[in-house]
C-alpha cells in the first residue's frame, strides 16, 4: 500500500501570494492533519480533519485553511503570505489500533516564500 | 510549560552499541499517547513506537523500546545495536486525550535530538 503522499515537493513563492499544498492519506485512514515544521524546530500543530470535519486547530492565524474531500484526501491553504511561512508542511493520517492511535507521515512539502 | 522535553540536543553512540534518548512530559490529562518519530536528512517523520498511558507493558518495536515511567513523566526510546543508518533526528510527541477523541491525529512536539552513529 502507498504512504501519505504529498505534492509538491518543493515550492516557491513570494511574500503576498496564495499557495495550495495536498496530501492523500493512506487508503481506508479518514483522519488526516497538518503540521508546520520549521528549520531546528520539531512539528507545529495547524489542523486536523476528520470524516470531512475540522477537529481541531492549532495557533494558526486565519490565513491557514484546510479542507478534506469525499475520498479523504486534503488541502492546506496559506493566503498572503509572509516570509515566516517558510517551511516544511507535513501531512499525516492516522488511525486506531487495538493498541491505540498509530500516525503516518509523508515527506512533506517544502515551501519557500522570497 | 513546555509540553514535551528533550534535553539531549545532539548524542554521539558508537556502532553496534546501545543508546537512550530522553524524554519528559507534562500533562494533567490521565488518558494520553506517546510517540517517538525519527527525521532523517530527507525530511520524512517514520513512525518507530507508540505507548498509551494505560499500557502496563514498555513498549518495544525490534530494535526500538520505550522506557515508560509514568510517575516520573518520563519516556526515554532505547535503541539497541545501533547500525550507522540510525544517524536521524529522533523527535518525542505526545496526544493527550483519548485516541480517537477530539484530540485525534494532534501531536505536540519536543524540539528533537540528533543522533550519530559513529562505525
Known amino acids: 500500500d502507498a504512504g501519505v503522499t504529498q505534492s509538491p515537493t518543493h515550492l516557491i513563492k513570494t511574500r503576498g501570494q496564495h499557495v495550495t499544498l495536498r496530501c492523500s492519506p493512506i487508503?481506508?485512514?479518514?483522519?488526516v492533519s497538518w503540521y508546520q515544521q520549521v528549520l531546528g524546530q520539531g512539528p507545529q500543530f495547524i489542523f486536523q480533519?476528520?470524516?470531512?470535519?475540522?477537529?481541531g486547530r492549532g495557533n494558526f492565524p486565519d490565513r491557514f485553511s484546510a479542507r478534506q474531500f469525499p475520498n479523504y484526501s486534503s488541502e492546506l491553504n496559506v493566503n498572503a503570505l509572509l516570509l515566516g511561512d517558510s517551511a516544511l508542511y507535513l501531512c499525516a493520517s492516522s488511525f486506531l489500533t487495538g493498541m491505540g492511535e498509530k500516525l503516518f507521515f509523508g515527506s512533506g512539502t517544502q515551501l519557500s516564500v522570497l | 510549560a513546555q509540553k514535551i522535553t528533550q534535553t539531549q540536543p545532539g548524542m554521539f553512540v558508537q556502532e553496534k552499541e546501545a543508546v537512550t534518548l530522553d524524554c519528559t512530559y507534562d500533562?494533567?490529562?490521565?488518558?494520553?499517547?506517546l510517540f517517538w518519530y525519527k527525521q532523517p536528512s530527507s525530511g520524512e517523520m517514520i513512525f518507530l513506537i507508540y505507548q498509551g498511558s494505560y499500557d502496563q507493558q514498555n513498549a518495544t518495536e525490534g530494535r526500538y523500546s520505550l522506557n515508560f515511567q509514568k510517575a516520573r513523566k518520563s519516556a526515554n526510546l532505547v535503541i539497541s545495536a545501533s547500525q550507522l543508518g540510525d544517524s536521524a533526528m529522533y523527535f518525542c510527541?505526545?496526544?493527550?486525550?483519548?485516541?480517537?477523541?477530539?484530540?485525534?491525529?494532534?501531536?505536540?512536539f519536543g524540539q528533537g535530538t540528533i543522533l550519530t552513529v559513529h562505525p
Open positions: 480533519y476528520y470524516e470531512k470535519e475540522e477537529r
Open positions: 487508503s481506508g485512514h479518514k483522519s
Open positions: 500533562t494533567s490529562d490521565p488518558s494520553y499517547g
Open positions: 510527541a505526545m496526544r493527550e486525550g483519548n485516541a480517537g477523541g477530539t484530540s485525534y491525529g494532534k501531536l505536540t
